[in-house]
């Protein structure tokens, strides 16, 4: 009696069951996370409910419970041939091991933002009447406190961006190349790029109350003084400097309105000279995407000033080449979304 794999919300009533039990879902993922059964899932062919048990010392009938939970939520496949309970065989779909990391680390840090203000409070929100308090969170960000709070949450995102980078490293970089990084947070992306391809020279681009993160960052990465270098300054509000052969754009369109994406795509052009490049990484709206922004979308439901809106890859592509941009394409390969295209 093999169960086909299917996903842990095949129905409206499934999905609504497993998001009202939301915390002990998670319970049950970081338990098993921490135990070690989603390594031991992820092992090559399928593994016994009674290997599993003795292997990390646990009751085999509290264990088939806690693996139907993972069974719920899609995340385990079972095969059971017979009612031999410890003959259960269990693999975990591919990668939940990673994802799991790298999915509660995440969210746990995002946990700090004041979502708390609209949580309860929705139709308030929804009909105008009650928002998030601009010195809880703001946008643009209004203190030093939520600067520091903000950029550090972007850089803790940065793995599958720069594994991205790293694979299409041979169109992008070459040494000598210069690249100014627009609203580059706090230089994380910025540094880590110096050191992988020391033959760049990075600039980030970024509100002047940025500047300490950037320097504070250069020295926890032990580079040399002025790289990255940084320029202050509010894209709203000025041209972007010229003088570099790339621009970046890395989650930063998504947060404004589309005439200001306009705008940020046209100035980036303005800026650039004759087979300058442009990079726009973020999350593009697809299924996971959407998903993996529910945080920041449920947030910025009561922050009027963002907009926080995932677009289609194929809308940025359309938004390049009206502007003038040539050779505009959607990288594929990597983790993350990534759309370049060349000034001519």
Same mark, same amino acid.
């Given at each position: 009696?093999?169960?086909?794999?299917?996903?842990?919300?095949?129905?409206?009533?499934?999905?609504?069951?497993?998001?009202?039990?939301?915390?002990?879902?998670?319970?049950?993922?970081?338990?098993?996370?921490?135990?070690?059964?989603?390594?031991?899932?992820?092992?090559?062919?399928?593994?016994?409910?009674?290997?599993?048990?003795?292997?990390?010392?646990?009751?085999?009938?509290?264990?088939?419970?806690?693996?139907?939970? =993972?069974?719920?939520?899609?995340?385990?496949?079972?095969?059971?041939?017979?009612?031999?309970?410890?003959?259960?065989?269990?693999?975990?779909?591919?990668?939940?091991?990673?994802?799991?990391?790298?999915?509660?680390?995440?969210?746990?840090?995002?946990?700090?933002?004041?979502?708390?203000?609209v949580?309860?409070?929705?139709?308030?929100?929804?009909?105008?009447?009650?928002?998030?308090?601009?010195?809880?969170?703001?946008?643009?960000l209004?203190?030093?406190e @939520?600067?520091?709070?903000?950029?550090?949450?972007?850089?803790?995102?940065?793995?599958?961006?720069?594994?991205?980078?790293?694979?299409?490293?041979?169109?992008?970089w070459?040494?000598?190349?210069?690249?100014?990084?627009?609203?580059?947070?706090?230089?994380?992306?910025?540094?880590?790029?110096?050191?992988?391809?020391?033959?760049?020279?990075?600039d980030?681009?970024?509100?002047?109350?940025t500047?300490?993160?950037?320097?504070?960052?250069?020295?926890r990465?032990?580079?040399?003084?002025?790289?990255?270098?940084?320029?202050?300054?509010?894209?709203?509000? @000025?041209?972007?400097?010229?003088?570099?052969?790339?621009?970046?754009?890395?989650?930063?369109?998504?947060?404004?309105?589309?005439?200001?994406?306009?705008? =940020?795509?046209?100035?980036?052009?303005?800026?650039l000279?004759?087979?300058?490049?442009?990079?726009?990484?973020?999350?593009?709206?697809?299924? @996971?995407?959407?998903?993996?922004?529910?945080?920041?979308?449920?947030?910025?439901?009561?922050?009027?000033?963002?907009?926080?809106?995932?677009?289609?890859?194929?809308?940025?592509?359309?938004?390049l080449?009206?502007?003038?941009?040539?050779?505009?394409?959607?990288?594929?390969?990597?983790?993350?979304?990534l759309?370049?295209?060349?000034?001519?």
């Amino acid at each position: 009696m093999t169960a086909p794999p299917s996903p842990p919300a095949s129905s409206p009533r499934a999905l609504l069951h497993l998001l009202f039990n939301g915390a002990r879902a998670i319970d049950v993922v970081e338990t098993s996370l921490a135990l070690g059964l989603l390594d031991s899932l992820e092992a090559p062919g399928p593994v016994t409910l009674g290997q599993l048990a003795s292997r990390h010392g646990l009751v085999p009938t509290r264990l088939y419970k806690l693996l139907d939970c =993972l069974e719920s939520l899609g995340l385990v496949r079972r095969e059971q041939d017979s009612d031999a309970l410890e003959d259960t065989r269990y693999q975990a779909v591919e990668g939940l091991a990673g994802a799991a990391r790298a999915v509660l680390a995440r969210e746990k840090d995002r946990d700090k933002f004041a979502w708390r203000a609209v949580y309860g409070r929705l139709p308030e929100v929804l009909r105008g009447q009650h928002g998030v308090p601009p010195e809880d969170f703001d946008w643009p960000l209004r203190t030093p406190e @939520q600067v520091a709070d903000f950029e550090s949450s972007m850089a803790a995102g940065l793995p599958p961006i720069l594994e991205t980078l790293r694979q299409h490293a041979a169109l992008l970089w070459r040494d000598g190349l210069r690249l100014l990084d627009v609203g580059g947070g706090d230089g994380s992306l910025a540094a880590h790029l110096l050191k992988e391809f020391p033959g760049l020279r990075v600039d980030v681009f970024n509100l002047p109350a940025t500047a300490p993160l950037v320097e504070r960052t250069r020295q926890r990465h032990g580079l040399p003084p002025e790289q990255p270098g940084f320029v202050g300054g509010d894209f709203l509000q @000025q041209p972007l400097p010229r003088g570099y052969d790339a621009l970046a754009f890395v989650r930063v369109l998504h947060d404004w309105p589309m005439p200001t994406a306009r705008a =940020l795509v046209k100035a980036a052009f303005d800026a650039l000279p004759s087979g300058g490049r442009i990079l726009i990484c973020e999350e593009f709206r697809t299924p @996971q995407r959407l998903a993996a922004q529910f945080f920041w979308t449920y947030l910025l439901i009561g922050v009027d000033t963002c907009a926080s809106r995932l677009r289609e890859v194929e809308l940025y592509l359309d938004v390049l080449r009206d502007t003038g941009f040539v050779d505009a394409r959607a990288l594929q390969g990597g983790p993350f979304e990534l759309v370049t295209a060349v000034r001519p």
